[in-house]
Antibody, heavy 123, light 108 residues
Framework: QITLKESGPTLVKPTQTLTLTCTFS??????????VGWIRQPPGKALEWLAL???????RYSPSLKNRLTITKDTSKNQVVLSMTNMDPVDTATYYC???????????????WGQGTLVTVSS | EIVMTQSPATLSVSPGERATLSCRAS??????LAWYQQKPGQAPRLLIY???TRATGVPARFSGSGSGTEFTLTISSLQSEDFAAYYC??????????FGQGTKLEIK
């Protein structure tokens, strides 16, 4: 059974850097085809994909947020870390990590998702 | 970037009736489309991938159809637990992956 869980601060100040950790079980990020992505959802709004890291350390980012995002993995700890710089109140959202399988980086769906963590940006 | 447009934004249907939700892509995504269900306070759950393949454990009353730019999610006989928000996602042309703005299915 695959499970994922997000952790990190619930409150950050404007201009600070947000660091979130996704800890997972039931799969290995060293297995060919496996990847983990981050998606966020502002309160009452739609889902927005942020970043994804592949088993081979290939990384992809949302073009609109690329300059602010960094995604890394620690295979030995079964963790994926997302950093977002220069946080703003508009970045207030629930942040989810999710598992996907994509052998050729051609695109895939997310299944399953972590429970999400709400991050509020406020001074 | 491919824009995904869902309609309607809100759909009111009585239990036991059929619900039809639509998702349109701004350009062809072939059959690379997924549907998710999200209940309040919960994470999205995968329902359909490949436009028409039900994910593991998804009841048969959920069906997906379409290809190219027009897609439909049909729930044949609504149960109380089906009232939720539904999102489509294209994974044909990325980055970025893009989602629709969602359809809220509410009890009539």
């Amino acid at each position: 059974q695959i499970t994922l869980k997000e952790s990190g601060p619930t409150l950050v100040k404007p201009t600070q850097t947000l660091t979130l950790t996704c800890t997972f079980s039931g799969f290995s990020l060293s297995t060919s085809g496996v990847s983990v992505g981050w998606i966020r959802q502002p309160p009452g709004k739609a889902l927005e994909w942020l970043a994804l890291i592949f088993w081979d350390d290939d990384r992809r980012y949302s073009p609109s947020l690329k300059n602010r995002l960094t995604i890394t993995k620690d295979t030995s700890k079964n963790q994926v870390v997302l950093s977002m710089t220069n946080m703003d109140p508009v970045d207030t959202a629930t942040y989810y990590c999710a598992h996907t399988t994509d052998y050729f980086a051609s695109g895939s769906y997310f299944d399953p998702w972590g429970q999400g963590t709400l991050v509020t940006v406020s001074s | 970037e491919i824009v995904m447009t869902q309609s309607p934004a809100t759909l009111s249907v009585s239990p036991g009736e059929r619900a039809t939700l639509s998702c349109r892509a701004s350009q062809s995504v072939r059959s690379n489309l997924a549907w998710y269900q999200q209940k309040p306070g919960q994470a999205p759950r995968l329902l359909i991938y490949g436009a028409s393949t039900r994910a593991t454990g998804v009841p048969a009353r959920f069906s997906g159809s379409g290809s190219g730019t027009e897609f439909t999610l049909t729930i044949s006989s609504l149960q109380s637990e089906d009232f939720a928000a539904y999102y489509c996602q294209q994974y044909n042309n990325w980055p970025p992956y893009t989602f629709g703005q969602g359809t809220k299915l509410e009890i009539k």
